[in-house]
């Protein structure tokens, strides 16, 4: 379970998140819309640890652990994934090589065992088979030469890979046409499960015909300033935010 | 202040083997010996004066008495056996600049002569003595080396090793060595010049290679010197027509480093690769000069030097690349790049294109960047630790200067040593 109290947080002296309140409980999808510039990026990279966010007050807590003020490898290893908006290339570095370091990482710190090689491998493939990825994205080098919709497949590979207790998705869906956001969507819905829960940040009401969520919350201006069912979604698709954000 | 006579009067007391040597040397040393001589007297140390030397002070050398050893070696087998190199066909050891028989191994491999050069081996006639410096003095108090021929048509499957090892000592110890390698026409060997050098130890070597033509060489130095050790080099390639010459230097140690790479592109069709990596920390020296002299047309020279340079380190890369009137279609590319991981590090790089022919193609190009910052972070939030994920993003950087070591054995060491040194790269940030 996440829970998010009364975060506040600047970037060079700018605040940004105002006084921010969320809880997601366990096996439940949970989805933030808003406006340009509300704070939801900020919000998901200020959960996962970056450090050009300083966080003036409140608390961010993962299953009773705090989260603030622990290193970004830490969080992971706690059970928190980002799915990035705009995914790194890392020249030199392959997918396989990245994907299998990450996930010894985590297990290393979390007191388990270095995962067998040929399991490793027959999971990776059977992921890379949800998600229709040609074997050759295992060699490449991670993101580098890769279509905006190859990206972010990849991040949704790491999901599967690294099988987060909460996954948060900074728009996986923009940039992606129909067929890419249906692959995508199976992805994530593959790793549904009681424990696991996932905060989808989303532009569209789109995305979330194929990720359901259990609650969509509005953030406006560095505040959730609405929550509701799935259907506010569609009630916002058609209204805007403008009236909120009055 | 040391006049250059007390400096070479110096050098020759503490040098037995020149005091009994002229004698009943050939007459190429004892020729080579009095030009290093002459030379020395007239130029005397570099200073960080001379426009060659301006980023690299050669004080810590130039202001120690040094030394010689022309003891036997008490160094034995468990001492060296970790820089052996695993698919060397040929080993020869020299400790402290004096050759090490029960050391060296190696068959009699057919097509090729190899022996060190206190058994008198006759070298080409056209060596030319250097013109002052630590090269000269290198030409008047060499002390041993190797040299090797390759007869023509003879191609070499193994690595020929040379290792040369200096050995803890209470005086400051420098030892001068001089190798040889000739190969003739249609000829082709893989040389692995090593350097280990402890602390306090002075190292000066000079290598003299000849490439007959169509001959291919792929030679390498890899320099692993302690914080306190001194490194001065020097190779000298000449090149003629159809050769190819493959140059890889690695800056693996810890200590002071300074080499000039020289390759003469004498006849047409020649082609040169030169690869370097460095990777420097505290407050380690490591300086290359590179030149390549292109006499001869429609040649082509490729040259990519990279390293990471952290703590106080210094680096200096001038890559001289000069196109005579002659060598037109010349095809010419040199690169530098280079990631300083702390404030205090420097970088000094300098392409200088000389080109005098119009019918040429000759590009350079230069980087000083910083490790990328997301990357690092992506790499933290996917549960990678940050020395782990700073480790992945140098060797990643690095690698591609091991694309082009033909041997897999060599390759792995290189790679065994990178990721070391890597490690304690990262454990300082």
Redesign the interface.
């Known amino acids: 379970m996440l829970e998010i109290k009364n975060l506040h947080a600047n970037i060079e002296g700018t605040p940004i998140i105002k006084g921010l309140n969320l809880t997601v409980p366990d096996g439940e999808i949970h989805a933030i819309m808003g406006p340009n510039g509300a704070g939801k990026s900020t919000l998901a990279q200020i959960i996962?640890?970056?450090?050009d966010y300083e966080v003036t007050e409140g608390e961010v807590i993962l299953d009773g652990v705090s989260l603030l003020g622990t290193?970004?490898?830490d969080?992971?290893?706690a059970g928190l994934f980002?799915g990035?908006q705009y995914?790194?290339?890392?020249?030199?570095?392959t997918n396989f090589s990245?994907l299998k370091?990450?996930?010894n990482?985590?297990r290393k710190?979390q007191g388990q065992d270095e995962i067998d090689s040929v399991d490793f491998f027959t999971d990776l493939k059977k992921n890379m088979a949800i998600l229709e990825m040609d074997p050759s994205f295992r060699g490449r080098?991670v993101n580098v030469g890769f279509s905006g919709g190859e990206k972010k497949r990849n991040e949704i590979l790491?999901l599967l890979t690294?099988m987060p207790k909460m996954a948060i998705l900074d728009e996986t869906d923009s940039g992606l046409d129909i067929d890419a956001l249906r692959v995508v969507s199976k992805g994530v819905n593959s790793m549904r499960s009681p424990d696991r829960s996932c905060l989808v940040i989303t532009h569209y009401q789109r995305l979330l015909d194929y990720i359901v969520p259990d609650v969509v919350h509005v953030l406006v201006d560095g505040k959730i300033v609405q929550s509701g069912d799935k259907t506010l979604a569609s009630k916002l698709e058609k209204s805007g935010y403008t009236e909120l954000q009055a | 202040m040391t006049t250059n006579n007390e400096i070479i009067s110096n050098y020759k007391r503490g040098h037995l083997l020149y005091g009994q040597g002229p004698n009943n040397e050939l007459p190429w040393k004892k020729a080579l010996r009095v030009a290093g001589l002459e030379s020395f007297v007239e130029s005397g140390y570099p200073s960080h004066k001379d426009e060659a030397w301006r980023y690299s002070n050669p004080k810590r050398i130039t202001s120690t008495s040094w030394s010689h050893s022309d003891a036997e070696s008490s160094v034995t087998e468990t001492e060296i056996v970790q820089h052996r190199l695993e698919g060397a066909v040929t080993e020869l050891v020299f400790i402290d600049g004096n050759f090490c028989d029960d050391l060296s191994r190696g068959a009699s491999i057919a097509g090729i002569t190899i022996e060190p050069i206190s058994k008198n081996s006759e070298v080409p006639s056209d060596i030319v003595p250097s013109s002052g410096g630590f090269a000269s003095l290198n030409d008047a108090f060499f002390q041993n080396g190797v040299v090797i021929n390759v007869l023509e048509n003879h191609e070499i499957d193994g690595i020929i090793h040379l290792m040369f090892v200096s050995t803890d000592s209470d005086s400051e110890t420098a030892s001068h060595i001089k190798n040889f390698v000739t190969l003739g026409e249609g000829a082709a060997a893989t040389v692995v010049e090593s350097y280990v050098g402890c602390n306090n130890s002075f190292c000066n070597t000079k290598s003299h290679l000849t490439l007959a033509k169509g001959a291919a060489l792929e030679h390498h130095i890899l320099e692993l010197g302690s914080k306190e050790s001194h490194w001065v080099g020097e190779t000298i390639c000449n090149q003629d027509r159809d050769s190819a010459y493959d140059s890889h230097t690695f800056w693996l140690g810890e200590g002071w480093a300074r080499n000039n790479l020289v390759v003469k592109m004498n006849g047409v069709e020649g082609f040169c690769n030169l690869s370097g990596l460095y990777l420097t920390d505290n407050r380690q020296h490591v300086d290359n000069h590179t030149e390549i002299d292109h006499v001869a047309p429609h040649c082509t020279s490729r040259e990519l030097y990279k390293g990471v340079v952290s703590g106080k380190s210094r680096v200096v890369f001038n890559g001289r690349v000069l196109v005579r009137r002659e060598a037109q279609r010349t095809d010419s590319d040199q690169a530098n790049h280079n990631i300083l991981l702390t404030r205090d590090a420097e970088i000094d790089t300098k392409p200088e294109l000389e080109i005098y022919a119009d019918d040429v193609k000759c590009a350079h190009g230069t980087t000083i960047g910083q490790l990328d910052a997301q990357a690092l972070h992506y790499l933290r939030v996917r549960g990678i630790p940050k020395a782990m994920a700073l480790e992945m993003l140098t060797t990643a950087f690095v690698m591609e200067q091991l694309d082009g070591v033909e041997h897999e054995s060599l390759k792995a060491r290189y790679s065994a040593l990178i990721s070391e040194r890597l490690t304690e790269l990262g454990k300082s940030l």
């Open positions: 996962a640890g970056h450090s290193e970004p490898e969080r992971a290893a980002l990035f995914p790194v290339e890392i020249p030199g570095v990245f370091t990450a996930l990482s985590q710190q080098f790491q690294l």
